[in-house]
């Protein structure tokens, strides 16, 4: 097998968006951070063997996955087309998860390094892949992780699909095992048909910073797992870590990412030195995400300002190791005080977008758990205001998600009415997905 150049790595660059006028007394200020990965070399089909990538692919074999028998059918073939989407020299393994977890390739405790013959010997080892027995997520998890711990591969990843919820297995232990994964590798989490748990399946992916949706249909799983796929083959740096500094006086009060989808970083801060902290985002290929970022500063007089933060995108050293600065320059959050009563109240355009995206998310959610627990004056309330900020917003995919759970009267003025039946799977599709993001339109 011909090998081809090491690929050059991405260049990460750091844009700041923000009104930084505060009134007098003012104290938190809030930033748009940008961060854009461009210039790698992700195409490249071939690497060289234990390098670049692993991969192991976790496929719910639960007694449920049997009725329809589509849904098993559909996981087979969603696995194979994985497998045919993997770059040559990028190792890999399959596991058959029920409330047990099991190698079906390549065994023993390894991963295969993809070739032609090693994908052909994978996909016929699928037929493995039968229906019976409970679910717990956690032992497929755990399997995963002995496995791409082995590997040399900087991107280390997991795809998990199942059908129903964690019936054999304690919520507790599901999160030590999240707990224990987290930063090791990250995970996509999809849930087919509509008997599986909504929160579940997103808590899994956004433990391991991962992305999380539904198939409904099991004939659209073979698609949707080789769009995985190519994203995971697109990656060229794990383990990116969002660094932010602040001075004396100064704390961060929270770190969101906001685009493509909200994800509260805040709670996952860990120390980097003297002032220093870094939030972890995953894994890289070409592409750009938005973080929000609020920083309470001490109140100064008028004609004073101040460095709020300095953010930057870091590799977090191992132990006793520095770490790598992946960004060309550094974002800067700033404070100015004034008595200009314009430029102290005037919202930033991206600010003020994504601080309607993070609402909307949080709506649509407290929405539907409304609408669950019978509460129909509050659920109308949450969801009329998520028409309402999906319009504004020019979110589109969110609006038609809406409409069918809810009959739109007026979209500037949230007026709602719940619809009387709504199936399931439109349900769980707008619960997955609310916290998927448009992003603000520059000029």
């Given amino acids: 097998m011909a ?194 748990e909504v929160k579940e399946v997103t808590g899994i992916a956004s433990a391991l910073l991962g992305t999380a949706d539904i198939v409904a249909d099991p004939a659209h799983l073979a698609e949707d797992f080789t769009l995985m796929m190519e994203n995971v083959m697109g990656k060229e740096v794990a383990d990116v870590a969002l660094r932010l500094w602040s001075p004396v006086g100064a704390e961060i009060q929270y770190v969101k990412q906001v685009a493509p989808a909200v994800q509260d970083l805040t709670d996952r801060r860990t120390a980097a030195g003297p002032r220093a902290g870094d939030y972890p985002t995953g894994s890289w290929g070409d592409e750009s995400r938005e973080y929000h970022v609020c920083v309470r500063v001490p109140g100064a007089s008028i004609g004073q300002e101040m460095l709020a933060s300095r953010v930057s995108l870091v590799l977090p050293g191992r132990e006793g190791e520095a770490a790598t600065m992946l960004s060309e320059s550094q974002g800067l959050v700033r404070a100015v005080w004034t008595d200009d009563l314009a430029a102290s109240t005037a919202i930033n355009a991206q600010v003020a977008h994504y601080t309607g995206q993070a609402e909307l998310a949080e709506v649509i959610q407290q929405g539907l758990e409304a609408r669950k627990l019978g509460d129909i004056d509050g659920a109308t309330a949450k969801l009329g205001r998520a028409v309402q900020l999906a319009g504004v917003s020019g979110n589109e995919d969110t609006a038609k998600l809406l409409a069918k759970v809810v009959d739109v009267v007026d979209v500037a003025a949230g007026t709602v009415r719940l619809k009387a039946k709504v199936a399931d799977a439109d349900e769980m599709t707008l619960e997955t997905r609310s916290t998927q993001t448009v992003r603000v339109k520059r000029n």
């Fill in 3 to 196: 090998n081809f150049a090491k690929p050059s790595a991405p260049r990460f660059t750091v844009e700041v968006y923000q009104n930084e006028f505060l009134p007098v007394g003012g104290q938190d200020v809030h930033a748009i951070v940008t961060v854009t990965s461009t210039g790698g070399a992700a195409a490249t089909r071939v690497a060289t063997p234990g390098s670049g990538a692993a991969v192991v692919i976790m496929v719910d074999c639960s007694g449920s996955m049997a009725y329809p028998p589509a849904k098993m059918t559909g996981a087979r073939e969603a696995t194979a087309a994985a497998i045919d989407t993997l770059h040559d020299g990028t190792s890999f393994a399959v596991i058959s998860g029920t409330h047990v977890a099991r190698e079906v390739y390549p065994g023993q405790g390894r991963l295969a390094v993809a070739d032609p013959v090693t994908r052909a010997q994978a996909k016929g080892a699928l037929d493995a892949l039968t229906p019976g027995g409970g679910t717990a997520i956690g032992t497929w998890l755990r399997l995963a992780d002995g496995l791409l711990r082995q590997s040399p591969a900087t991107i280390r990843h997991g795809i998990l699909l199942t059908d129903g919820r964690n019936e054999h297995e304690s919520p507790e232990l599901l999160r030590t095992t999240l707990d224990a994964c987290a930063g090791r590798f990250t995970c996509d989490a999809r849930g087919v048909g509509t008997d599986w």
